[in-house]
């Protein structure tokens, strides 16, 4: 892909960060304010939780198209000659096997195997690469990247105050973006990315996405995120656009069946753990932190299979949340994860973590305890809603 233009006008900086512990705010935070947004501390950032009706936001996305602000996510840049064989070591993925222009979901371990966040990585050039953290774990990815790279040849650098970040994400985002870029988004794969301009504004324009829906992410300097946002508004206009809150984020990833670290990741759980072995690969060459913890963890869950992140839909009304316990028979075989409901289906849904023996779909006598009630669950596959192609 070559070093894009953004890149070369982002250099890193070392964020700001309030020895008060005042909250941080995003490029746009005025203007979130100026659209009556309901703001929210968000893993220390003061984010736009709705701008009116959440449901009204998540819906919008399903059928046309929403605007966030995800400013919030940790922006970091490795570089280097040795850069991919430091990732390699560091992550559980495998790195160095992606190719300039693409990206990768993938995870960061404990030597003990336990998760410390899920990352996108993504391969701007040949020995530059971006990963991003979660908002709530960035400072601790950093330090990890840090201490990892030790005897690569290779730089870790903090960008996180050198990027905002802003995503159009439904069914309406591709022709809402094409009017304002002559990149080729035809062209542009999932789990990819592309430097161009977006309404004059150089950007890295990414397609991965939170929400099930087709969509972009793009990545800009701070100040060009206000100027930005007032475009895509503005092209958005006819087709429905409307700015969405972290609120309707969780409903929408929740009903795709996307895990959230601090929900469905933490560091007790591994990877086999979470149902998501498969981003650990064991074949690629060298060591890798967590690589004999994880080996185990493969063999366990090969003979004793653990738990199963599974979906819940109520046959009532009564919403589960995260802790509830997920019983049958009188016993708990679970726990909830992710509770809310869903303006797509209609029905509370849930993630929740149950014993193998419970997981299959259609399982009868499942139910969620709701402080002291057993309400029936319907068990289902994973996720609750897929887009159609």
């Known amino acids: 892909m070559g070093r894009t233009a953004l890149a070369r006008h982002c250099p890193g900086r070392r964020p700001t960060v309030s020895s008060t512990g005042e909250l941080r705010h995003t490029a746009l935070d005025a203007l979130h304010r100026s659209l009556g947004a309901t703001m929210t501390d968000f893993a220390g950032w003061d984010m736009p939780l709705r701008y009116g009706s959440e449901r009204d936001e998540h819906n919008a996305v399903r059928t046309k198209a929403g605007l966030f602000d995800l400013s919030h996510m ?87 105050d050198a990027y905002a970040l802003l995503a159009v994400q439904g069914p309406e985002s591709p022709g809402i973006l094409k009017s304002l870029t002559d990149a080729d988004l035809d ?11 977006v309404a004059g504004v150089p950007a890295l324009i990414a397609r991965t996405g939170y929400t099930g829906e087709d969509g972009f992410e793009l990545f800009v300097k701070p100040e060009h995120a206000v100027e930005l946002w007032q475009a895509l508004t503005k092209a958005g206009e006819g087709a429905g656009l409307v700015p969405c809150g972290l609120s309707c984020r969780d409903t929408l990833r929740l009903e795709a069946g996307m895990p959230l670290y601090g929900h469905e990741l933490s560091t007790s759980l591994t990877p086999f753990d979470a149902g998501l072995g498969r981003v650990v690969k064991f074949e690629k060459e060298g060591d890798f932190v967590g690589r004999e913890a994880l080996r185990e963890a493969a063999a366990r869950a090969e003979q004793n299979p653990p738990r199963v992140l599974v979906g819940l839909v109520a046959e009532g009304r009564r919403v589960p949340r995260a802790g509830y316990a997920v019983v049958a028979g009188g016993e708990v075989i679970g726990e909830v994860t992710s509770g809310a409901p869903s303006p797509t289906l209609g029905k509370p849904l849930a993630m929740a973590y149950v014993d193998a023996a419970h997981a299959a779909p259609g399982t009868p006598g499942v139910g969620v305890d709701i402080r002291g009630s057993h309400e029936p669950y319907e068990v289902v596959a994973l996720p609750f809603y897929k887009r159609q192609k």
């Open 74 to 160: 940790g922006e970091i840049t490795v570089t280097g000659p040795q850069a991919a064989a430091l990732l390699d070591f560091a992550l559980v993925g495998n790195i160095g096997g992606v190719k300039p222009g693409r990206a990768r979901y993938t995870m960061i371990c404990r030597a003990d195997g336990g998760i410390l966040d899920d990352l996108i990585v993504y391969r701007l050039a040949e020995t530059e690469y971006m990963v991003v953290a979660n908002a709530s774990n960035a400072q601790v990815v950093l330090d990890a990247l840090v201490e990892r790279s030790a005897g690569f040849d290779a730089e870790v650098r903090d960008d996180r």
């Open 187 to 197: 062209g542009l794969k999932y789990y990819a990315g592309l430097p161009g301009t």
